[in-house]
């Protein structure tokens, strides 16, 4: 059975950072595309980045340069570092994973992935 915890989410002032960790357990991660998603009250589920099988990664515009996918095949885990944080990267944050194959640039989708997580807190105060 597929099961997906993240943690690391928190309260912090703009400009800070954390750094998001989703355990996964029922499946191993090597063969899984994965990724990360938000939802901000009144608005729907955002891909903000994802990891193919292959390493590749993508972002969404909006944290470019700013957050880092990231996968450990051994230890089962993706985390998402999230640095100079802004008052609009307040959200709920999901880990996703799918077995299926699919192009780097259907990583975002959340049509994309069965599997989900219960989501971790970020709020960023300015």
């Known amino acids: 059975q597929v099961q997906l915890v993240e943690s690391g989410g928190d309260s912090v002032q703009a400009g800070g950072s954390l750094r998001l960790s989703c355990a996964a357990s029922?499946?191993?991660?090597?063969?899984?595309?994965m990724a990360w998603f938000r939802q901000a009250p009144g608005k729907e589920r955002e891909g903000v980045a994802g990891?193919?099988?292959?390493?590749?990664?993508m972002y969404a515009d909006s944290v470019k340069g700013r957050f880092t996918i990231s996968k450990d095949n051994a230890k089962n885990t993706l985390d998402l570092q999230m640095n100079s944080l802004k008052p609009e990267d307040t959200a709920m944050y999901y880990c996703?994973?799918?077995?299926?194959?699919?192009?780097?640039?259907?990583?975002?989708?959340?049509?994309?992935?069965?599997?989900w997580g219960q989501g971790t807190q970020v709020t960023v105060s300015s």
């Open positions: 029922g499946f191993t991660t090597d063969r899984y595309y």
């Open positions: 996703a994973a799918d077995p299926r194959w699919r192009s780097r640039i259907f990583l975002l989708q959340t049509d994309q992935y069965n599997d």
């Open positions: 990891i193919h099988r292959d390493g590749s990664t």
